[in-house]
Nanobody, 121 residues
Framework: QVQLVESGGGLVQPGGSLRLSCAAS????????VAWYRQAPGKQRELVAR???????TYQDSVKGRFTISRDNNKKTAYLQMSSLKPEDTAVYYC???????????????WGQGTQVTVSS
């Protein structure tokens, strides 16, 4: 059973940086579109950033200029580089990706279990 696995979360001071990673737990054929979402306590899950298979990116306005989404197609891994972090960035961050397990498989949507990011002094 393929799973998406996030890593890189943790506790960081305001103004600090973290890099989140998202990869499949098993070898897969391809990773297509990838998005990062976050959910703060008592709030709805929201889209943070998205990257297409061709590398086109979009961002939520509140993170523009501070966060960068990227991907390594050879490693089938996506990243979210977060800089100038603020306390309001505190949330569980989730990776969402369209994966093709085998070359003949249909593309399916997967979610990771989430990684906690806490921004606090």
């Amino acid at each position: 059973q393929v799973q998406l696995v996030e890593s890189g979360g943790g506790l960081v001071q305001p103004g600090g940086s973290l890099r989140l990673s998202c990869a499949a737990s098993l070898n897969i054929f391809s990773m297509d579109g990838v998005a990062w979402y976050r959910q703060a306590p008592g709030k709805q899950r929201e889209l943070v950033a998205r990257i297409t298979s061709g590398g086109i990116t979009t961002y939520q306005d509140s993170v523009k200029g501070r966060f960068t989404i990227s991907r390594d197609n050879n490693k089938k891994t996506a990243y979210l580089q977060m800089s100038s972090l603020k306390p309001e960035d505190t949330a569980v961050y989730y990776c969402n990706a369209a994966l093709r397990i085998q070359s003949w498989s249909t593309v399916r949507d997967y979610w990771g279990q989430g990684t906690q990011v806490t921004v606090s002094s």
